[in-house]
């Protein structure tokens, strides 16, 4: 198998490497640089287009040999010079000094960090030199003059090299946009990074400055770099009031009180309160009507996230809507639909929120927003999961993933993926929904989606628990109370996951004591997708206890709510349980009545996990003996399905173990 051949500049580096990379790849140093302009003359010919002259100096031409020989047996050759101007130039030269033929051997630009000096030369182009990449610049500039934002970022470096930044402004943020559209948000931030030290140097607009910074910002937000994205809007902020420039002040203000206002790592309700609050003040003085839209937006996000007042939070978006369609903003109006469906979903007025996501679904399709879109497939999919519509949950997560995928889009993955694992644990396919639960658990991790991280601790914990894995189910709860430590709205979740564990356990009494350290503070979280969970607990601490009565009564009152809010997710598990509180008040007809109703919805969502114990139970109280074996014959049938969808063994022997389980077989 012929070798890789990798060509660094200094005979040390290629030593380290070679213990580093190991047999498969030849090391060789260029000893610096191996072609040069002649001397005594200027090396550049003025008549021909200033066409430069190199040579090879005579103590670089048997390395250049040896460097052609050992090219010429490999199968592709990686150039490894420093990330500076001088490694870029060496490479150049290598790649035509040596033969290197891209059509013949691949060959391929490296970098070696950890291996690289610290500090990078400032400059080491002489004029000439200079005037050569000016030259390539303009070549390059006829050459592509129909497609130039794809040689934006070549643009950018040889009009930088020549010191003209005025050109080298230009290329940098065409190449800033241009790496945004293909997702690559990192190298996005990079170049509008170069382009606002040109800009400054220059002393630009403010407007031309207001939009390299809010690039740069948005660009380190869709890489979750939130630390770096608010810096940089504080930089903003104060480069206004030093102008002065207040339009500047306010334009660093909006985002800084979107990201305070979200459900992200730094989300900080009063900090982003006080920030909206000062950018409306701000707006109204300026009569900037889009700054005013937004800023009401994130005063609806803060009393949506916070569950504070949610009719509060319908009267700000509403408010911030009207703005958006009078003034004629049609993006800020798409975010103010999006996520004004929130509110509506909480209050339930799903067809309203429905609405509103397909309306700012049409925008963002419209504009080819990715993000934003897969951010909405994402919320409407978690919707209809909530309202227990699992397919079309599915259709939508499906291709909000898709997308996300094609992109890179991390956290979109991660919204998109966060109903999978539930609603196949609905369907009984554990294997499928511990992956995807896992899956949604490392997405959410590297992309900081934080309900996305518990929500896929809590729910494995549950499933576990569920199937007789006691030990398993207990290991997520060290996890899950490190977690809440850093984000607080989270803690109630940490005493429903221990109190869950410790019901399982069978120690009703002290689960009960825990999970009254939840008290009424869950409530305070907006995201539905917990409160069922939360709400069967509850219940069946009562039941366990033999409390019917107060079990009855929160039953009640937890079926209320979730019809108000047109929740059904465990909605089946739910009535279950009331009709077990009114077996134990001796009330069986009414049971009987309420576990009917829960089997019709839990077979319509196709919910296997739930309808088993619930046709064990309507078998306990149904008089027709045909209809009591037609009930247990089902729910063995489930049962075995469930079975054959768990491949641990150990796991599988638990399941298969427990009580109720062992109870269908008589």
């Keep these: 198998m012929q070798k890789n051949l990798v060509i660094v500049e200094s005979p040390a580096k290629a030593k380290t490497l070679g213990r580093i990379l190991g047999k498969d790849y030849i090391i060789k140093a260029s000893l610096g640089h191996i072609r040069d302009l002649p001397k005594g003359t200027l090396g550049i010919d003025i008549e021909n287009d200033f066409t430069p002259t190199y040579v090879i100096p005579a103590q670089r031409r048997k390395t250049v040999s040896q460097l052609k020989e050992s090219a010429s047996e490999t199968s592709a050759v990686y150039l490894a010079t420093d990330p500076d101007r001088e490694g870029e130039a060496i490479s150049w030269h290598l790649i035509e000094a040596a033969d290197l033929n891209k059509d013949k051997i691949p060959v391929y630009r490296v970098v070696f960090h950890e291996l690289t000096r610290e500090a990078a030369y400032q400059s080491i182009l002489k004029r000439q030199r200079r005037e050569y990449h000016r030259q390539v610049g303009e070549a390059i500039e006829l050459t592509f003059a129909g497609n130039l934002a794809e040689e934006a970022h070549r643009l950018a470096y040889h009009f930088d090299v020549a010191l003209d930044y005025q050109g080298a402004l230009k290329y940098y943020s065409i190449a800033g946009n241009q790496s945004m559209k293909l997702f690559a948000n990192l190298e996005a931030s990079q170049y509008f990074g170069q382009a606002i030290e040109l800009a400054l140097r220059l002393n630009v607009t403010s407007i031309r400055l207001k939009h390299l910074y809010l690039n740069r910002g948005r660009a380190l937000e869709l890489i979750n770099d939130f630390d770096r994205a608010l810096d940089n809007y504080e930089e903003l902020e104060e480069l206004g009031r030093t102008r002065p420039d207040r339009s500047l002040e306010l334009a660093a203000l909006i985002p800084q009180t979107t990201i305070y206002s979200m459900p992200n790592v730094k989300f900080d309700p009063q900090v982003g309160s006080q920030l909206a609050r000062r950018a409306i003040n701000l707006a109204i003085d300026l009569r900037d009507y889009e700054a005013e839209a937004k800023s009401l937006w994130s005063l609806m996000l803060i009393q949506t996230f916070t569950d504070s007042d949610l009719e509060q939070a319908i009267r700000y978006g509403e408010q911030g809507l009207r703005i958006a369609q009078e003034h004629h903003l049609p993006e800020v109006r798409a975010y103010l639909q999006h996520d004004l469906a929130r509110p509506y979903m909480r209050l339930g007025r799903l067809d309203d929120a429905w609405e509103a996501y397909e309306s700012s679904q049409t925008y963002w399709r419209d504009v080819e927003n990715m993000p934003m879109l897969a951010d909405n497939l994402a919320s409407l999919s978690e919707s209809y999961y909530n309202a227990g519509e699992f397919n079309k949950s599915l259709q939508y997560a499906g291709e909000g993933y898709r997308i ?214 309507l078998a306990e109280i149904e008089e027709n003996h045909e209809f009591v074996n037609e009930m247990r014959n089902e729910a063995r049938q489930i049962i075995a399905f469930i079975a054959e969808h768990i491949s641990d063994p150990g796991l599988k022997e638990k399941f298969l173990d427990l009580p109720r389980v062992k109870a269908s077989e008589r």
């Design 404 to 617: 996300s995928e094609e992109t890179g889009n991390v956290w979109g993955k991660a919204y998109n993926n966060f109903v999978i694992g539930p609603i196949l644990v609905e369907r009984g396919e554990v294997d499928a929904s511990i992956q995807a639960l896992e899956n949604t658990l490392v997405l959410s991790e590297q992309s900081n989606f934080a309900a996305g991280v518990v929500a896929s601790q809590m729910i494995q914990s549950w499933l576990y628990a569920m199937l007789g894995d006691l030990e398993q189910a207990r290991q997520f709860q060290p996890q899950i109370k490190e977690f809440v430590q850093r984000y607080e709205s989270f803690k109630p979740l940490y005493f429903v996951n221990r109190a869950q564990n410790e019901f399982y356990a069978g120690d009703y009494e002290r689960a009960l004591n825990t999970f009254n350290r939840v008290g009424t503070a869950y409530s305070a979280y907006s995201e539905l997708i917990f409160h069922p969970y939360i709400y069967t607990l509850h219940i069946e601490l009562q039941l366990a206890l033999r409390n019917y009565e107060l079990a009855l009564e929160i039953a009640d009152t937890y079926i209320y709510t979730m019809k108000q809010q047109q929740v059904k997710i465990l909605m089946p598990d739910i009535l279950n349980q009331k009709a077990r509180a009114l077996i134990g008040l001796g009330q069986k007809k009414q049971a009987y009545d309420v576990l009917i109703q829960a089997r019709e919805l839990a077979v319509k969502q196709n919910s296997r996990r739930s309808l088993w114990a619930l046709l064990l139970d």
